[in-house]
């Protein structure tokens, strides 16, 4: 259900390069997200 979140949100910060603040963001967010997911399953 999160996947398509980080999808969307990669998808957003590669194509939407012109904006670098909005990418950078972007992309931190992203990462964030998935380091969060992956802490999550660790812990069950």
Known sequence: MIIPILLTHA???F?????KELS???F??????IL???Y???LR
């Open 40 to 42: 999550l399953r660790l």
């Open 24 to 26: 950078k963001y972007g």
């Open 15 to 19: 194509f939407y390069k012109d904006e």
């Open 36 to 38: 969060l997911v992956s």
């Open 11 to 13: 998808y957003r910060a």
């Open 28 to 33: 931190i967010f992203h990462i964030g997200l």
